[in-house]
């Protein structure tokens, strides 16, 4: 089966690509891409449109970009398959341009065995509409009293630890967790938080949680745990990376220790330069997610981290719930927002708003998570899995979440207007025609 997408923009921040051009597939794998002049471009096209076998995809107007990849999903299953399994989330992803997803281990079992994460993979490859790399946890049953088998996990294709929705409580395990992401070279993801300062929390701390009357998280509990982790990774020469980033004070800490030299990266998700606490005037528990959405100041200097570097990844932390775990009272409500689908047109804004350039933001969504986990993803080089999303970025689309492919359709973006639409997906050369 081969492919050429033409009269596309392609953008490929891996080799530095930005220009009109034609990309070929053969196999599932890119075969070939070509930035061209007008004149070459029109020669050529015609060329190739007489070649009979060949399925041609006229990208006019459009990006072409490689296939997202999120370092951060929930996708339920084993366990939780009411809530999303690795079909309707690998689905979901591929609905929002995704290719490769990371999906983390607070399953049902935990995914801290050989079983559960050759279950995933073997899953993910029978049923799944784009790659799944799993993410082991770090200790057994996310308890934070004994690490898990890291060696053998990473042997049956985890690609990084981590206990998130959890944080690793015992600061002697995390040294030893960061001590083996040397030696095997796998990040280790940190779900930073205070369990002692979170605890009964339902959202940020601070003016509007005390006028709504709800209790709050404060800052301190995610920037504690930020600095501990730090000063491990600095301890250890481990490679940390920070999940979920919300706050002002974990951009600032992150920021200084880059300086140091510390080997650390960080995540951030779209809900958190794209909301604040007052959103939770509502009282709507679409809203609700841990860490919780922050304030404007803190939006502000996650959007400066972002642009200066500090910030290395946009990540989803997809994570669907069932409407019985959210249609409860605010302070029984489960945490988390179904992100796969609206996260690359949130991201986008960004580039709107002047504050990241195209190329900038597409690689924080594509080939630097795949350098942080050191998988072979995220890039349109030759001989690379045919992984593509081709956006519109002009068109607009009013997030309908009951339309969403996810079983999840818990977003607080419901009824927002959104530019720059995903018309197709790539996964392995297969197609997925979105309009
Ligand atoms: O909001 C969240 N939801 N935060 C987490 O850390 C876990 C996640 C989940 O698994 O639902
Ligand atoms: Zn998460």
Redesign the pocket.
């Known amino acids: 089966m081969k492919i050429l997408i033409k009269n596309g923009r392609i953008i490929d921040p891996s080799r530095d690509i930005d220009g009109i051009g034609e990309v070929f597939i053969e196999n599932g794998k890119i075969k070939e891409v070509k930035i061209q002049s007008a004149k070459l471009r029109t020669q050529n096209s015609k060329l190739r449109t007489q070649n009979s076998e060949l399925k041609i995809i006229d990208a006019s107007g459009c990006i072409v970009i490689p296939g997202l990849v999120d370092m951060h999903t929930?996708l339920r299953e084993p366990g939780f398959e009411y809530k999303e399994t690795i079909k309707t989330g690998t689905k979901a992803a591929a609905r929002g341009g995704f290719t490769a997803v990371c999906c983390?281990p607070?399953t049902n079992p935990v995914n801290d065995t050989i079983a559960v994460t050759e279950f995933i993979i073997k899953k993910a490859l029978q049923e799944g509409s784009c790659t799944v790399f799993p993410i082991g946890a770090i200790t057994k049953s996310q308890k934070s009293e004994e690490l898990a088998e890291l060696e053998a996990l990473k042997r049956s294709g985890c690609v990084a630890f981590s206990d998130?929705?959890?944080p690793v409580t015992n600061s002697l395990i995390m040294r030893h967790a960061l001590e083996y992401s040397k030696i095997f070279d796998v990040p280790i993801i940190s779900?930073c938080?205070d369990l002692y300062l979170s605890e009964g929390g339902v959202m940020n701390e601070g003016f509007v949680s005390t006028i709504l009357g709800l209790r709050g998280i404060p800052k301190a509990a995610e920037e504690i745990m930020v600095a501990r982790d730090l000063a491990l990774c600095q301890l250890t020469g481990g490679k940390l990376h920070i999940?979920?980033v919300s706050t002002k004070g974990s951009v600032d800490l992150i920021r200084q220790a880059k300086e140091r030299g510390i080997n650390v990266t960080a995540e951030t998700c779209p809900h958190y330069f794209s909301l604040t606490d007052e959103s939770l005037v509502s009282y709507d528990t679409n809203f609700?997610?841990?860490?919780p959405v922050r304030t404007e100041k803190d939006v502000e200097a996650i959007k400066q981290g972002l642009k200066d570097g500090t910030i290395d990844v946009i990540a989803t932390?997809h994570?669907?719930?069932h409407i019985d775990d959210k249609n409860k009272e605010f302070d029984t409500a489960?945490?988390?927002?179904s992100g796969l689908e609206t996260a690359f047109a949130l991201g986008l804004q960004l580039v709107g708003k002047g504050i990241l350039d195209l190329k900038q933001f597409i690689a924080k969504m594509t080939i630097t998570p795949s350098k942080i986990l050191n998988i072979p993803k995220g890039s349109l080089s030759s001989g690379s899995d045919a992984d593509i999303a081709i956006i519109n970025p002009e068109s607009t689309t009013i997030v309908d979440p009951s339309r969403f492919l996810s079983k999840g359709k818990n977003s607080p973006f419901n009824g927002w207007t959104l530019k720059g639409s995903v018309e197709k997906t790539i996964s392995m050369g297969k197609v997925y025609d979105w309009t």
């Open positions: 929930h983390m607070n998130d929705g959890r779900h938080e999940a979920h609700k997610v841990n860490p932390d994570a669907p719930h489960a945490f988390g927002i």
